[in-house]
């Protein structure tokens, strides 16, 4: 069986050269005798491949020595409440709730403190990245915004004034898609599984002022979610998901050898932005989004009806071009065209588009 055309949201493709190299490991790490999945996480190779993992990310994202970088576990869902934990000394932060990650986010939020929705686009079905009317109230403990919203397909390209308030943001589905400028965030988090490797590690990337002594909301935080103690430990204070962290350590030299973040964007763009012009001029599909807040990442699109939504699922799959029906809050189709995701896939997606659309013309 060759390999699938993977369009999936997430869990994701990962480079193929990563997983050769990974089961080429299997059995034998390094000359260790073992797996990485087998190893001590107090043993000297882990250490060094969670020590390589950092400072090949540090490398690509040009992270600045004040930030933290933590691999953490429980997804980006657990710092939902994470975030308000640790930071919410004032117990007031401002949330933009842009589709269903930020919103989930934001309810989590509610249960440590006041969260207010600084805006929002749900009256537009998320469909277009809300704006941000300034100025923001100085007094927030941070701004919360997920930056790529994966179910929708709309993604923020410009980070609004926050003035000193720190951006808190949820990148799990553009992480290492594109440079971020990470001065510019308090806190930027992504789940592994988008874009990064596999599921079950989360990057937590913090600027070292903002985690204090502790957590903000003190001594009933679970000691494992204190950013404090997780930096402190360079994420090995208890043992963390090393299978993951080898994965991901893996992947971010991927990125490195295929150019770094520059080149992943401008790669990435190219892409989905053949699909975004099919779409624009198709007789046949809709794109979802509004075009200033498209994805590099999630690509949105329907046919008429949901019927012919089935069809065109079922029969991509025939051609191999799987997982590519859209979530189940919008319908219709979502093609998430990650960094692991080969060119030869958005080729056979775009030529399989141009034929069903000629067999349903008429629909
Ligand atoms: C997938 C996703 C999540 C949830 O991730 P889990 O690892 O399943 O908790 C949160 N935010 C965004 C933007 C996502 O794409």
Redesign the pocket.
């Known amino acids: 069986m060759p390999r699938a055309f993977n369009f999936s ?2 869990p994701s493709a990962l480079p193929q050269a990563v997983l050769e190299r990974a089961a080429a490991e299997m059995l034998d790490y390094g000359g260790s005798g073992m797996s990485v999945m087998e190893m001590s996480h107090r043993s000297a190779p882990f250490q060094e491949i969670v020590d390589d993992a950092e400072q090949t990310l540090r490398r690509l994202m040009s992270i600045p020595d004040d930030y933290r970088v933590m691999f953490l576990q429980g ?4 710092q939902f409440a994470g975030i308000p934990m640790n930071l919410m000394r004032k117990r007031h932060a401002g949330y933009v709730v842009s589709g269903n ?1 930020s919103r989930l986010a934001w309810k989590e939020a509610c249960k440590y403190g006041q969260a207010d929705v600084v805006a929002t686009s749900e009256p537009d079905g998320f469909l277009r990245t809300p704006e941000v009317a300034g100025p923001i109230d100085q007094d927030l403990d941070y701004l919360y915004l ?1 930056q ?3 179910v929708y397909g709309t993604m923020r390209q410009e980070l609004p004034e926050a003035g000193d308030v720190p951006i808190v943001a ?1 990148v ?2 553009m992480f290492l898609s594109c440079p971020l400028d990470v001065e510019r965030y308090g806190l930027i988090y992504a ?1 592994a ?2 874009n990064a490797g596999p ?1 079950g590690t ?1 990057v937590v990337i913090c600027r070292d002022d903002l985690i204090g002594d502790g957590p903000a909301l003190g001594d009933l935080v679970p000691t494992y979610m204190g950013y404090r103690l997780q930096a402190d430990k360079s994420s090995l204070y208890n043992t963390p998901n090393c299978w993951g962290i080898y994965v991901c350590g893996q992947v971010f030299h991927w990125v490195e050898d295929q150019g770094g973040l520059d080149a992943m964007a401008e790669r990435n763009w190219a892409r989905v932005n053949r699909l975004y012009d099919y779409l624009d001029q198709s007789s046949l599909f809709e794109p979802l989004v509004e075009k200033s807040s498209r994805s590099i990442a999630n690509v949105t699109f329907r046919c008429p009806s949901p019927e012919l939504d089935a069809a065109f699922v079922e029969q991509a799959a025939a051609r191999g071009i799987v997982n590519i029906k859209g979530h189940r809050i919008l319908g219709g189709m979502r093609a998430s065209c990650y960094n692991a995701v080969p060119d030869e896939a958005i080729d056979a997606l775009l030529a399989f588009m141009a034929d069903f659309e000629a067999a349903n013309a008429s629909a």
């Open positions: 949201a997430g997804g980006a869902t657990l990650w997920c790529n919203e994966t949820d799990s589905s789940g599984q988008k599921a989360t």
